[in-house]
């Protein structure tokens, strides 16, 4: 499985974002996806993710309320629609998938993407 990840950028606090995650070489309809993301100096950390079913979704801490993950798996696609954006999201967030819920939260999923840089500037 190859993950993409798309939409990072810069932004002022207070705005939004909409990331994306491609999935390619095989379906992941199956799969548990999701997103971590790591700052400078930081341990990568759980941001928000589902099992196949969007009726399962996690959300870290420090963005429920803020982050809403969704996925379509008719396209192999996950987002991460991020609103009221603050400085302490800037990151790099990295899409992965599992076919396990648990790998995914806690960090040792299968597959990873490479990366999609978030800067917010207060």
């Known amino acids: 499985v190859q993950l993409v990840e798309s939409g990072g950028g810069s932004v002022q606090a207070g705005s939004s974002l909409r990331l994306s995650c491609a999935a390619s070489?095989?379906?992941?309809?199956?799969?548990?996806m999701g997103w971590h993301r790591q700052a400078p100096g930081k341990e990568r950390e759980f941001v928000a993710g589902?099992?196949?079913?969007?009726?399962?979704?996690y959300y870290g801490n420090s963005v429920r309320g803020r982050f809403t993950f969704s996925r379509d798996n008719a396209k192999n696609t996950v987002y991460l629609q991020m609103n009221n954006l603050k400085s302490e999201d800037t990151a790099v967030y990295y899409c992965?998938?599992?076919?396990?819920?648990?790998?995914?939260?806690?960090?040792?999923?299968?597959?990873w993407g490479q990366g999609t840089q978030v800067t917010v500037s207060s």
């Open positions: 589902s099992a196949w079913s969007e009726a399962d979704t």
């Open positions: 992965a998938a599992d076919d396990r819920i648990r790998d995914l939260y806690v960090g040792t999923p299968e597959y």
């Open positions: 070489g095989r379906t992941v309809n199956n799969y548990a």
